[in-house]
């Protein structure tokens, strides 16, 4: 579903990713760790064809995404590590997201009910004003109701409570089939029994590739 081949970026003279090299196919669901400044953030980034790679290709299902992104991106539901500046109100967010992705509005309140986000409570607020757990949340349930073949998700629980990550987790069984699923995470801990795969980068490679059974 994602093909990565010999990826390189760099910033200035230092390599964010240095010769990546990856595949990820369908039913995987896969952790990427790796200390912070590695380079998850960065490879994501490549994905979503938002940086333009020093060398190398990305192709989401076939689809190159600095050619193609709108093409690329239907496939992909993302929840990014740190919320983007959005100047709209929760409502106009959430009207975008339906009239953009053809996603249905119920299903993204069902899921802020899962994560305990009283959404329409807050459908006046600006979304910049919501608190940083809120927003991620928020985001959580868009990408979800875009019920899209892939799934990446970076540190989305870093801005959960204790609640909010268990509810999160429970969310996240029933969409592994027939999809991929990638999580960017540092808690093994928490993510140990959704994943199947586990990939380590450490100073811009992929330092280990590992099937988990
Ligand atoms: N736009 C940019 N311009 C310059 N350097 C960048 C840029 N984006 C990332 N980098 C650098 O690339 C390296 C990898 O950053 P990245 O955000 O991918 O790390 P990460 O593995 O996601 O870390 P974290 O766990 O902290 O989120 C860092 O040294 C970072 O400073
Ligand atoms: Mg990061």
């Not at 998850?40 to 190398?56: D, F, H, N």
């Amino acid at each position: 579903m994602i093909e990565i081949e010999n990826l390189s970026k760099k910033f200035g003279q230092s390599f964010g990713l240095k010769d990546i090299n990856l595949n990820f196919k369908k039913d995987e669901s896969v952790v990427i760790m790796g200390q912070n400044g590695a380079g998850k953030t960065t490879l994501v980034r490549a994905i979503l064809g938002e940086q333009i790679p020093t060398s190398g290709s990305v192709r989401i299902m076939g689809i190159d995404p600095l050619k193609n992104r709108a093409a690329a991106l239907k496939h992909i539901g993302f929840v990014p590590q740190l919320p983007p500046p959005i100047s709209l109100s929760v409502k106009e967010l959430v009207h975008y997201a339906v009239a953009s992705s053809s996603m249905d509005e119920r299903k993204i309140f069902a899921v802020c009910e899962e994560l305990e986000l009283d959404i329409k409570g807050h459908f006046k607020k600006l979304f910049f004003k919501l608190s940083g757990g809120m927003k991620q949340k928020l985001l959580i349930a868009i990408a979800l109701a875009k019920e899209p073949d892939i799934f990446i998700f970076d540190e989305p629980t870093a801005n959960l409570d204790i609640k909010g990550r268990e509810s999160f987790y429970k969310l996240m069984p029933p969409l592994r089939d027939g999809r991929l699923l990638i999580f960017i995470s540092h808690r093994m801990e928490e993510i140990k029994t959704l994943v199947n795969r586990k990939i380590e980068i450490d100073i811009a490679k992929v330092v280990n590739d590992e099937k988990l059974v």
